[in-house]
């Protein structure tokens, strides 16, 4: 297959068979599905798809996003010089709630402006990903489940367990609404809303109900989120 050079302004084919003549953006991107971009302002897209694998290695059939493959490159794009933001895109059922929140955690303590998109869906552990960026958006069809925290496997019926989901419930609650526009009490009452799913509870939020109810910033496609990503880099140049 052909893909055409558009790093160097002209339509010369880059060979992407396997081999080393492989161009090096088109192997990271099928490596870690991340790339860094040159136009206007040089940034790095960082995708979050699938399911998000923590300490378990999910089946091999499923997509995934490894949180050991994400935390080098974070701390890459904050070191890195000549990377002046970040441009995160969503598409995730959720997963591992440690290592997304640790993953989210990573993202809003950057310096660099970063910006999230999400597309398809934010799903659980997805959401707190999606508002650690310093701006976010979502696309009308997307859409956004929030509900309570869910654990696999032998759980003890005794009171120590409530109480250890209680205490991670509130350690999500608390980032989500630290770095959105959304009160907890109302990120509480959504995630606890049994009117909605008929064998689960939580609440389903598509775009427009997403913005609305401050969960995230903005309704936008691709070309909104970078539009602000390079509004945010020449702010913060001016400020320098």
Not at 27 to 50: D, F, M, N, Y
Not at 131 to 139: G, L, Q, T, W
Request: proline share 4%; net charge negative; aromatic share 4%.
């Amino acid at each position: 297959m052909l893909f055409y050079n558009a790093q160097n302004g002209n339509n010369e084919p880059c060979n992407n068979n396997s081999g080393d003549n492989k161009d090096p953006d088109w192997q990271k991107i099928e490596e870690s599905g991340s790339v860094t971009a040159k136009g206007r302002h040089t940034i790095h897209c960082l995708t979050v798809i699938g399911q998000i694998e923590g300490h378990s290695i999910l089946p091999s059939d499923a997509k995934t996003t490894k949180y050991e493959h994400i935390i080098p490159q974070l701390v890459s794009v904050e070191e890195n010089k000549d990377i002046e933001g970040m441009l995160i895109i969503l598409n995730t059922v959720g997963g591992d709630v440690e290592a997304g929140l640790a993953l989210a955690e990573l993202i809003a303590g950057m310096k660099k402006p970063t910006v999230s998109l999400v597309l398809g869906g934010g799903h659980s552990i997805g959401v707190p990903l999606a508002v650690s960026a310093k701006c976010s958006f979502i696309v009308p069809s997307a859409t956004m489940t929030v509900h309570p925290v869910r654990s696999s496997g032998l759980v003890l019926g005794v009171p120590q367990t409530m109480d250890f989901f209680e205490r991670m419930q509130k350690r999500i609650t608390g980032f989500v609404a630290k770095n959105s526009k959304v009160d907890e009490k109302r990120l509480t009452d959504m995630m606890l809303n049994t009117d909605e799913l008929t064998t689960d509870m939580g609440t389903v939020l598509d775009g427009e109900m997403a913005v609305n109810c401050g969960l995230i910033d903005k309704i936008g496609s691709l070309s909104d989120a970078l539009s602000e990503l390079y509004r945010m880099i020449d702010e913060s140049e001016r400020e320098e």
